[in-house]
């Protein structure tokens, strides 16, 4: 999908939830540099090139939120859930060779530490791990119940 489509209303509340716990200071401003965290908290992940793309059509300054909005609906391609899903799911695939949507603390450990733009260090890896204790069975996690948990 392409930018300049035209977003929903639960995306459009979605990417000012995003953009209010960016803002965390209440200016009513976001940074240009500030983008790719708002995009990641609605389950989008630009890639490094992506960003270099959507920041080149940028001028200088911050966002307010309407111009976020029309930024994001005008220029940057927003990903369905489904798409995030597949994606999601084609990762975990990758470490998982029996295909029983089962992957073991180690693997995920790998995934996080290896694989995306900015992967996990070492150190936030074991924290992530855990804090998702609570889902582990016998040192496994349900693939299913990762990316619910991860795409909201």
């Known amino acids: 999908m392409s930018g300049g489509q035209t977003l929903s209303e639960e995306q459009k509340t979605a990417l000012k939830n995003a953009f209010e716990d960016i803002d965390i200071n209440g200016t009513g401003k976001i940074s240009k540099s500030e983008l790719r965290a708002a995009l990641q908290l609605i389950g ?4 490094s090139e ?15 939120l309407d111009e976020f909005l029309e930024y994001v609906e005008q220029r940057i391609p927003i990903k369905s859930q489904e798409e995030i899903d597949k994606e999601l799911m084609d990762a975990f695939e990758k470490f998982n060779d ?10 995920f450990k790998k995934v996080m530490t290896k694989l995306g733009d900015e992967p996990l260090t070492e150190g936030d ?26 795409m909201g």
Request: charged fraction near 35%.
């Open 44 to 47: 989008q992940n630009p890639t």
């Open 50 to 64: 992506e960003m270099i793309t959507y920041m080149e059509r940028l001028g200088d300054g911050d966002f307010t």
């Open 98 to 107: 029996d295909r029983d949507f089962l992957i073991s603390k180690e693997e």
């Open 125 to 150: 890896a074991e924290y992530l791990l855990e804090s998702l204790r609570n889902i582990e069975k016998n040192g496994m996690f349900n693939v299913a119940e990762l990316a619910r948990l991860f």
